[in-house]
């Protein structure tokens, strides 16, 4: 077993970027709070007390029969999770789970996990060997099961990976509904849709409940390498349940908080209240990374010179005594002045980010649009889209609608919407479609 020397705990910042002057009588405040966590070194996370990592992962697999077609798709899961398994640190706890409309354990079986190491990597890769296709999908089983192995085992990092191929078909939208809401904040994870005869909705859903990202991998052929990225970022977390504290004063509240980098994610609907005047909002689990968010805060309007707090910013991870330890601070304000210019002008991080934001919008309302058969609806939001997308610098979304609309004219938004599209690239733009750039410097 590798023996680890505990890494230097990450240090949290938060920078607060806003245009805090408001014209008379104004009531909303923006602001772009951009949170980096470094120097946690890439160890991985905390060394638990029997000398291996403070991290448990649960690779769950789809076995249905929709898996056989073609065949090499069952063998790319396999060797793809077998990647997996080589790349977890010896010492992180693991479990693999065959996912049908039931869930099984593949390895290591009896409602525990396996600590990773040279043999036990071995005896999983050997357990792989036994999985076939057959049976249907019932995804939140196999959530379920993960979520009981996982929280089987002393660990502050929890994470889950999750292939499917197919649709949810098993089992009602409302039993997977409850079952995201009872895992949430107990495990994040990452889910993968192979193939294109999934449901993206269902896929990025998931992903979005557990704080985790979501990907098409339309090439089974990819698979691996897929896997490989997802537990290499999973083995740099080290610190888990990461909450953004925000507290307002007396007639001050938020009206919504959204992640903004490196991808969208309105969290507005996820405070939990943390005493008075302050919500909780989850981040999830953190490693060596900067991530930017949205905050919008409705203030009493005042008069011109006067000035407050419109909201105190702070990173909170909780404690084994109840509280909580503060890891970084930052401060909204708010300034009433007569002053137009300094009024009227937009932050460029808000700015931007807004425009990120619409763009997601936009290309969900217009590939909606476009199933429906609503051909101008369609058109007009996807030109929308390619605007944004060529004002913003977002190179990788405008190669994505490139590949379904005809680009007549970026910086107008003038598009024709392409007659054939082939499924995986409309796929690919509606799975990705949160994914944001920064603001360039």
């Known amino acids: 077993m590798a023996n680890f020397s505990k890494p230097a705990v990450p240090r949290f910042s938060a920078e607060v970027y806003q245009n805090a002057h408001l014209p008379e009588g104004a009531g909303e405040v923006n602001a772009i709070v951009t949170v980096t966590s470094t120097g946690g070194g890439t160890a991985g996370a905390f060394p638990g007390a029997a000398g291996g990592q403070d991290a448990a992962v649960a690779l769950m697999v789809d076995c249905s029969g929709s898996m056989d077609y073609p065949p090499t798709k069952m063998q790319n899961a396999r060797a793809a999770t077998a990647a997996a398994i080589d790349t977890?640190?010896?010492g992180v706890h693991f479990a693999v789970i065959a996912g049908t409309h039931v869930a099984k354990e593949v390895y290591p079986g009896g409602g525990r996990l396996a600590v990773a190491g040279e043999q036990t990597r071995e005896q999983a890769r050997q357990a792989l060997r036994s999985l076939s296709a057959g049976g249907g999908t019932a995804v939140g089983t196999w959530l379920r099961l993960a979520d009981r192995l996982l929280s089987s085992a002393q660990v502050s990092i929890r994470h889950g990976v999750l292939l499917t191929d197919g649709r949810n078909e098993h089992e009602s939208p409302e039993d997977l509904r409850a079952t995201l809401a009872a895992c949430a904040g107990r495990f994040t994870c990452d889910a993968r849709g192979v193939g294109t005869d999934w449901e993206v909705k269902e896929v990025t859903g998931i992903a979005s409940a557990l704080l985790g990202t979501a990907d098409i991998v339309a090439d089974p052929q990819h698979l691996a390498a897929d896997f490989t990225g997802i537990m290499e970022k999973a083995m740099g977390k080290e610190v888990?349940?990461?909450?953004?504290?925000?507290?307002t004063p007396q007639g001050a509240e938020i009206a919504f908080?959204?992640?903004?980098a490196p991808s969208v994610e309105d969290l507005t609907a996820r405070r939990s209240?943390?005493?008075?005047?302050?919500?909780?909002?989850?981040?999830?689990s953190w490693g060596d990374e900067s991530r930017d968010y949205h905050v919008c805060v409705r203030v009493p309007p005042a008069g011109v010179g006067q000035e407050m707090l419109a909201a105190r910013v702070s990173l909170?991870?909780?404690?084994?005594d109840g509280g909580v330890q503060t890891l970084a601070q930052g401060l909204v304000r708010a300034v009433w002045t007569d002053d137009m210019a300094a009024s009227t002008t937009m932050n460029p991080q808000v700015a931007h980010y807004t425009?990120?934001?619409?763009l997601a919008h936009v290309i969900q309302e217009g590939l909606d649009a476009r199933k429906a058969g609503d051909e101008d609806g369609a058109t007009a939001k996807l030109g929308r889209a390619v605007q944004l997308a060529n004002a913003s610098g977002n190179d990788d979304t405008a190669k994505l609608l490139a590949k379904v609309v005809d680009v007549l004219d970026a910086p107008a938004g003038t598009v024709r919407l392409k007659a054939k599209v082939a499924e995986a690239d409309e796929m690919t733009l509606e799975t990705r479609s949160?994914?944001?750039v920064r603001v360039k410097k």
Do not use: F, I, S
């Open 355 to 358: 425009g990120q934001a619409e």
């Open 240 to 247: 888990a349940d990461v909450g953004l504290r925000l507290w």
């Open 273 to 284: 209240e943390a005493g008075a005047r302050a919500g909780d909002y989850p981040t999830g």
């Open 257 to 260: 908080v959204k992640q903004v």
């Open 316 to 320: 909170v991870v909780p404690q084994a």
């Open 434 to 436: 949160t994914k944001t």
């Open 88 to 90: 977890l640190h010896d």
